[in-house]
């Protein structure tokens, strides 16, 4: 039985991480045998193709979908849906065991904050409350969040495992 794919929004404040944690994820995935995909969701355009490019231009002439394929990776462009939702994912990353969104939500996903260098709750970019996981280093910050589940952000087959337990835990509760 195979089981739903679990979406992962990775949220904290410029430089505390998200990047780096989900590299780690995606590696600590990958020697789990999981599958994994990553989304960056920023509040600009990508900047990977400059305009008057093939790519950008087969967009604004109307095509749904634009690739480039290169010798070694093949980027997809696609014009930004006015509503993000879990079926656009599922559509443009496949049926994965994970797919981890940095900067963006859909409903259901677990959310992690990343504390960063954020040394009291207040400095959250997200308040505790709204995270299924807090990952923060910083043990006086940790002891005020007592009630929520607090994880270091090294501690990457921990966080696995307890997505892991998260993913079976809603698996079977929407049974």
Do not use: N
Not at 21 to 33: K, Q, Y
Not at 52 to 60: A, E, H, Q, V
Not at 64 to 84: H, I, K, N
């Amino acid at each position: 039985m195979s089981r739903e794919t679990c979406f992962v929004s990775v949220l904290g404040w410029s430089g505390s991480g998200k990047t780096t944690f989900v590299v780690s994820a995606l590696e600590e995935c990958r020697r789990r045998g999981l599958s994994a995909a990553a989304v960056k969701r920023a509040r600009h355009d990508a900047d990977v193709s400059l305009d008057g490019k093939d790519s950008t231009l087969f967009l604004d002439a109307g095509a749904v979908t634009s690739l480039y394929v290169g010798d070694s990776r093949v980027a997809r462009f696609s014009v930004t849906p006015t509503v993000q939702d879990r079926a656009f994912y599922l559509r443009e990353c496949g049926d994965l065991d994970y797919i981890f969104m940095e900067g963006a939500e859909v409903e259901g996903c677990i959310r992690v904050g990343l504390a960063g260098s954020a040394d009291r709750p207040e400095g959250l970019k997200r308040p505790a409350q709204e995270c299924d996981l807090v990952l923060s280093s910083d043990a006086g910050l940790v002891k005020a969040l007592a009630g929520t589940a607090c994880l270091d952000p090294h501690a990457i087959p921990e966080i696995i495992d307890f997505l892991e337990a998260h993913r079976a835990y809603r698996g079977t509760s929407a049974l």
